[in-house]
T-cell receptor, first 114, second 113 residues
Framework: KAGVTQTPRYLIKTRGQQVTLSCSPI?????VSWYQQTPGQGLQFLFE???????NKGNFPGRFSGRQFSNSRSEMNVSTLELGDSALYLC?????????????FGPGTRLTVL | QKEVEQDPGPLSVPEGAIVSLNCTYS??????FMWYRQYSRKGPELLMY????GNKEDGRFTAQVDKSSKYISLFIRDSQPSDSATYLC?????????????FGQGTELSVKP
């Protein structure tokens, strides 16, 4: 079974630009969660989508948004990039029907904002 | 104060040593407890998963949860250089409908040959 895939793997942007990251979950998984990982803050939850609806949201500004498609693939968008947005962005997929569902992570997209 | 506290290390041990990694937490609603391993430039991979209190063993790895003390541990026996990675504890409450794992900061482990 193919794992979680994320594209692109690396991105370099400048301040003020916007970026879109993509995540393809494991086949059969309907939940996709996004996390931001930085050396200072560790792994922080951004949001979670289930059946094309945002079901959970972390404490990030509105510049961070996402969506999920009918095939469960998900995208996240960051507008008006800031230097502090430089991070590894991870997505994780799970079946999504229970709080105890195992989450499987992708390799991440490393975003550098100059 | 963070909901989940984890000593970031780094922790360096000789090959064959027993490694003990720990996390403390403050939210008594947490019921699902996980340990992930993350190699450099990779995504986290699930190592151990425990529901509520108790012990769970898988090969060289043992996870323990003590809900009365709000304390979880991961033990690695006969540690190998290939165990060198960052270990992240994660947890979620029972009412969580999915997503939103709360992670510790991660402990960087180095096992020296």
């Amino acid at each position: 079974k193919a794992g979680v895939t994320q594209t692109p793997r690396y991105l370099i942007k400048t301040r003020g630009q916007q970026v879109t990251l993509s995540c393809s979950p494991i086949s059969g998984h309907r939940s996709v969660s996004w996390y931001q990982q930085t050396p200072g803050q560790g792994l922080q939850f951004l949001f979670e989508y289930f059946s094309e609806t945002q079901r959970n949201k972390g404490n990030f500004p509105g510049r961070f948004s996402g969506r999920q498609f009918s095939n469960s693939r998900s995208e996240m968008n960051v507008s008006t990039l800031e230097l502090g947005d430089s991070a590894l962005y991870l997505c994780a997929s799970s079946i999504g029907t229970s709080g105890g569902d195992t989450q499987y992570f992708g390799p991440g997209t490393r975003l550098t904002v100059l | 104060q963070k909901e989940v506290e984890q000593d970031p290390g780094p922790l360096s041990v000789p090959e064959g040593a027993i490694v003990s990694l720990n996390c403390t937490y403050s939210n008594s609603a947490f019921q699902y407890f996980m340990w992930y391993r993350q190699y450099s430039r990779k995504g986290p991979e699930l190592l151990m998963y425990t529901y509520s209190s108790g012990n769970k063993e898988d090969g060289r790895f043992t996870a323990q949860v003590d809900k009365s003390s709000k304390y979880i541990s991961l033990f690695i026996r006969d540690s190998q250089p290939s165990d060198s990675a960052t270990y992240l504890c994660a947890m979620s409450p029972i009412y969580n409908q999915g997503g939103k794992l709360i992670f510790g900061q991660g402990t960087e482990l180095s096992v020296k040959p």
